[in-house]
């Protein structure tokens, strides 16, 4: 390796972003017992600098997550439980007339934050999930003719269950096309539930979660993760994977090409918080499925014999040939 | 293709074999036009699918028809419908046909007698073709007439089938067998395919075209490695494929020489009631001299036959003298004559020359070699038909004090062996004749007198044999033979008394006609040579000469019996008028021999030149090849080995010392490397050697591990491999460690920007192949030495590509085939 400044500068920069992201992992560690897995990728959708669609049943702490990671990040966080009559105002804000300016003054919406969490988003009406949609996709809100700028980082970290299904309104394709991924929470091992009892008991460790890092970090973490490389087989590589959703017989709708941007961002952000500034196929392998199922529709076929979109991408990844060589 | 054509198609394929039968080519329009009708008729049968007894009779009767049209048109009614005296001109064509056949050797005339028994017997086989492949629906016993008739010149002749000729008999089965798969299938469904499948045609039909693509591929695998697989191995006979004639010395083809065959031209060509011509000469001393074409040295109790020629290039006689007779030494005064001969045109298939033994030089035109150890000379590209040559002999002349003095030489084994099983009183009748006798010379003189007179032998060309029992009835009771028996006996008895002994062929001198010397074909002749240690080979005439013996044999002067001690018919035998005496009811005449009788017993040895070494080194050197032709594989592997060790080394020479890299925090649990491994620094600017290092070690693991039979998921990155294998098989830290830089080479190879920053070396590879080792069977552990898989999968793939070539063509031809069913399309619209 050439050891130029840049060079230099980059690795320096790497280990900058690994110690800071070891640090968020531990404080979020240290509210939600056992998950790392799902904090990993909940950080590496941060540093890719998407939105996170949380799908599990209640009480397992999504919001817990959201709340943690908002917490040790020492950054605006702003939670918006989502109910059929909630409105689009109710996300973006409102114009309100002031009678002492005589003016319309912009009472900026919950949207106005570095974390987002929305709660139970089916439950809205699809008029006011497709406000916050569009919030996400632009990072802007436009009211009245004005557009306001979103913080940055933005994160959405959205949270759905699966059980409850009367009078809620499913996300559609295209929507949940907008989250980078999808995770489950699960239920925690018994060891980590036993802790959670022990912990949680007695009080609530949210409260005691110091922030450990600023928002101006997080803000140059994303920077660096825009920098790893990405060399031209595993780009290939990616779109192989997308391609393959498309052709597969177990799908009725494969992944976009957006898909195929967010794969690549992640991997990103992966490879960077592995300490490594170059994407390798295995970054992707382990993003595959919570990247890309969420968008994908199973064939009729695949859905009688039980399929998930899950396992058929886990499949197909399987069998796509890592590249070679350059 | 339909079936009754592909039977026709394959009858005709290999009737094509048959062509060193002929002389000209009628025989084959005639085979041709049959199978044409015979398969005509099998493709009207299969559309009106008529009883299966039926077609094969339909068929005999339209080739009736047909040959009838062909060969008795003028005798036939409309040309076509058989009468009885167009029977009878088929009859007759066949009894002539059939003498012919009897008569020539091969190649024989392709006149129409035999042209109609050849078309007949390829129908023949072109109806059970059929009959086996179309209407009992049995493809592949259908190769049994096929094979018959493919084994008709193989057993004719002795030169090998042309190899185009064989691969031509081969496709036509294999075309047979191909489309009898297709038509089976096409009653059943869809093909299931051999390999990777495309996507296929949606019609109704099945689709049979993959089916028969790979019925071709492993066909045409058959027949390349049955016309290679020989070129490759080293043969018995002088390589088959390419007569690049400089090794094996004999020319192109490698023909084999057979002396039956060449004495069954030599007879039959001639006209068995014509005392014909076979050559005429003339000497400078003017007297007559024996003639000897082949000299059998080997008795088997039934036959005398010849031991195995050498040819040797640098034996040829243009090259210079032959070489010295053997056994003849520097004290021997030596007659020298110079011969100059004239082979008869009309002599066909003569490759040996008749020459005056023994001969110092002979000066022929053409590729004719000398036979060291028999001085025979034969060439397997000429015939000595119409040829004159001049013949240089220089014919011992000892004295009864040197021939006397010759004692059977130690290792003339060969020309003592006789087989066991012999009948005793032979050879007590050898020894009683010979009492006296103080020296192998005045045995030999004895046992010719004894022959000759006291014996009380007579001329008789009605006996026959020379075999163990035929011998003891002819020396013991009968005492009536011709030339074959007296010298036949006369070399077995030479041999029981130690004398080394054998037969030679040819003729004797012949009558003087003006100023040459004429040989006719009553003048064939066999005579006993015995050896005399500083003399060599003496002939010797143990058959009565004369009128009523063989007319023009005659007595050497120096077997006559000088000696006091010899028998006191001294002399009588000095010319070709002795022998009266003997009583004979066979009086002296031209047609009274038979010149055919001599070939009779000396039958079925081919004479294969210069075969080199003796059969159990052959056995040896083919089991060698063969064996390093296995172990191909395996050379290929250890040199591929070589070459990445080499490449490897070649970094670690141009790498400055080891560094340690500091790394930082190890990250995670999920299988991240540990960054903090001592690893080995590579000159600043990444060098083709370092990219080329590392590929060669992550080669070398994936090959290790292919041979090893450890499977590799085509999806798992190096990283992911270094990780299973060191859990899986829990390589110790040391390997570990290597595997994993091994792998991170590798990897910071493919996806880093700039690649390498540490490099495997050769004691990497090494390590995790020992470990890996470590963890597989002993047998595998062997198998991956011999048999590397790795290295045969490499040789697989490049057949498929070659394969893939040969589909390619077939592709192109299909292509065309639907172009053209569209252009159909359109037109129909």
Not at chain 1, 311 to 321: D, G, K, M, T
Not at chain 2, 755 to 771: E, I, K, N, S, Y
């Amino acid at each position: 390796m050439a050891a130029t400044p840049d060079v230099t500068d980059a690795g320096s920069r790497l280990e900058e972003l690994v110690e800071t992201a070891h640090r968020i992992r531990r404080a979020i560690e240290s509210v939600i017992e056992g998950k790392s897995d799902v904090v990993r990728l909940t950080l590496t959708v941060l540093l890719a600098e998407g939105h996170l669609l949380i799908e599990d049943v209640p009480g397992v702490g999504k919001t817990m997550l959201a709340k943690a990671l908002a917490r040790s990040i020492d950054c605006p966080v702003r939670r918006v439980q989502f109910t059929p009559d909630l409105l689009p105002s109710d996300i973006t804000g409102v114009s309100a007339y002031n009678q002492q300016t005589r003016e319309f003054e912009f009472k900026p919406g919950p949207v106005f934050a570095n974390i987002v969490v929305g709660d139970e988003i089916n439950r809205a009406s699809p008029k006011t999930q497709s406000a916050l949609l569009e919030c996400m996709e632009e990072h802007q809100v436009t009211v009245d003719g004005v557009t306001y700028q979103l913080e940055s980082p933005f994160m959405v970290i959205a949270t759905q269950n699966p059980i409850e299904m009367e009078g809620t309104y499913p996300l559609p394709e295209a929507q949940r096309d907008r989250f980078t991924a999808k995770i489950a929470m699960g239920y925690p091992e018994p060891a980590a539930e036993l802790e959670m009892l022990d912990v949680h008991g007695a009080s609530q460790p949210l409260d005691k979660l110091e922030p450990v890092a600023t928002t101006a970090e997080v803000h140059a973490l994303i920077q660096a993760v825009r920098a790893v490389y990405v060399s031209q087989p595993v780009k290939r590589y990616a779109i192989d994977m997308v391609a393959a959703t498309r052709h597969s017989s177990d799908l009725r709708l494969g992944a976009s090409p957006r898909a195929t941007l967010h794969l690549v961002r992640s991997a990103r952000a992966h490879a960077a918080l592995s300490g490594r500034d170059y994407v390798i196929p295995d970054d992707l392998q382990d993003l595959a499925v919570p990247v890309l199922s969420h968008r994908l529709l199973p064939s009729m076929e695949a859905q009688g014999q039980r399929r998930h979109p899950e396992q058929v991408v886990a499949e197909l990844v399987r069998r796509i040939p890592v590249p070679d060589a350059k | 293709m339909k079936l009754p054509v592909a039977a026709g198609l394959a009858t005709a394929a290999v009737s094509i074999t048959l062509y060193p039968l002929f002389n000209g080519g009628a025989w084959f329009w005639a085979s041709l036009g049959v199978v044409l009708v015979t398969t005509a008729v099998g493709v009207v049968a299969s559309r009106l699918a008529t009883p299966r007894w039926l077609a094969p009779l339909a068929m005999l009767v339209a080739q009736g028809l047909y040959l009838t049209a062909g060969f008795a048109r003028q005798e036939a009614w409309l040309s076509v419908i058989p009468t009885k005296d167009s029977v009878l001109r088929l009859g007759e064509l066949i009894a002539s046909g059939y003498d012919d056949i009897q008569r020539f050797a091969a190649p024989v005339p392709s006149n129409p007698g035999i042209s109609l028994l050849t078309g007949g017997g390829v129908g023949l086989i072109a109806v059970l073709v059929d009959l086996f492949a179309v209407r009992l629906r049995r493809a592949a016993l259908a190769g049994l007439p096929l094979l018959a008739l493919f084994t008709v010149p193989a057993a004719v002749i002795t030169d090998p089938i042309g190899w185009p000729a064989f691969v031509i008999a081969a496709l036509g089965y294999v075309g047979l067998l191909v489309a009898d798969g297709r038509e089976r299938l096409s009653h059943w469904g869809r093909a299931v395919l051999v390999r990777r499948s495309r996507v296929g045609g949606t019609g109704t039909a099945p689709d049979t075209g993959r089916l028969a693509l790979s019925g071709k591929r492993i066909g045409v695998t058959a027949i390349a490695l049955a016309i290679l697989l020989p070129a490759l191995l080293p043969t018995l006979a002088p390589n088959p494929l390419f007569g690049f004639g400089v090794g094996n010395g004999l020319g192109p083809g490698g023909n084999n020489i057979g002396i039956p065959d060449a004495i069954a031209k030599l007879g039959g060509q001639l006209n068995q009631q014509r005392n014909a011509t076979v050559l005429t000469y003339t000497s400078s001393d003017d007297q007559p001299r024996y003639l000897r074409i082949y000299s059998l040295d080997l008795f088997d109790g039934r036959k005398w036959t010849p031991s195995a020629l050498r040819g040797r290039p640098e034996d040829r006689v243009s090259a210079g003298p032959l070489p010295p007779a053997p056994g003849l030494g520097p004290g021997v005064a030596v007659k020298r004559a110079e011969t100059r001969i004239t082979i008869s045109e009309d002599i066909d298939q003569l490759r040996f020359l008749p020459l005056p033994y023994p001969a110092t030089q002979v000066d022929a035109d053409g590729d004719w070699r000398a036979d060291r150890a028999t001085l025979m000379v034969f060439s397997t590209r000429d015939e000595a038909a119409g040829l004159e040559y001049r013949v240089a002999t220089g014919e011992p002349q000892p004295t009864v004090a040197q021939l006397d003095a010759a004692v059977s030489p130690p290792g003339s084994g060969r020309f003592l062996d006789l087989p066991p099983g012999l009948d005793g009183q032979v050879r007590a009748m050898a020894v009683r004749v010979t009492r006296g006798a103080a020296t192998p010379y005045q045995k030999a003189v004895k046992l010719q007198e004894w022959f000759t007179h006291s014996g009380k032998f007579t001329y008789s060309l009605r006996t026959t044999g020379s075999g163990g029992d035929a011998l003891s009835r002819f020396v013991l009771t009968g005492r009536s033979g011709y030339c074959e028996q007296f010298a036949s006996a006369m070399a077995v008895m030479a041999r029981m008394l130690g004398i080394p002994a054998r037969v030679s062929i040819g003729y004797t001198g012949g009558t003087k006609i003006g100023k040459s010397w004429v040989v006719r074909t009553h003048d064939a002749h066999a005579w006993p040579e015995l050896y005399f240690a500083g003399v060599g080979w003496l002939r010797f005439e143990p058959t009565p000469t004369g009128g009523a013996g063989q007319g023009t044999a005659q007595v050497p002067p120096y077997t006559v019996p000088v000696t006091p001690t010899a028998n006191p018919t001294t002399g009588s035998s000095a010319g070709p008028s002795s022998g009266a005496g003997d009583t004979s009811d066979h009086p002296g005449g031209p047609a009274r021999r038979n010149p055919r009788q001599l070939d009779r017993d000396f039958g079925g040895v081919p004479v294969i030149p210069d075969p080199g070494l003796p059969v159990a080194a052959k056995g040896g050197i083919g089991a060698g090849t063969l064996l390093l032709l296995a172990l191909i594989p395996a050379l290929l592997r250890l040199l591929f080995w070589y070459g990445r060790r080499r490449v490897l080394a070649r970094v670690t020479a141009a790498r400055p010392a080891t560094v340690r890299v500091p790394a930082p925090r190890a990250p995670e649990t999920s299988g991240e490397l540990p960054r903090d491994v001592t690893v080995r620094a590579i000159p600043r600017d990444p060098s083709a050697y370092a990219a080329r290092a590392v590929e060669a070690a992550w080669a070398e693991l994936c090959d290790t591990l292919t041979d090893f039979g450890m499977p590799r998921n085509p999806s798992e990155s190096p990283r992911a491999v270094a990780r299973r294998l060191t859990e899986q098989y829990e390589l110790d830290a040391e390997a570990a460690a290597s595997i994993r830089t091994i792998a991170s080479a590798e990897e910071r190879l493919r996806y880093a920007p700039t690649p390498l920053d540490a490099g495997p070396v050769a004691a990497d590879v090494r390590r995790v192949r020992r470990a890996l080792a470590a963890t597989v069977s002993k047998r595998r552990r062997v198998g991956a030495a011999l048999a590397p898989r790795s290295t045969l999968l490499r040789l697989r793939a490049l057949g498929e590509k070659a394969l893939d070539g040969f589909d390619r063509l077939e592709n192109i031809r299909v292509r065309t085939a639907r172009r053209d069913d569209h252009v159909r399309e359109l037109t129909r619209r």
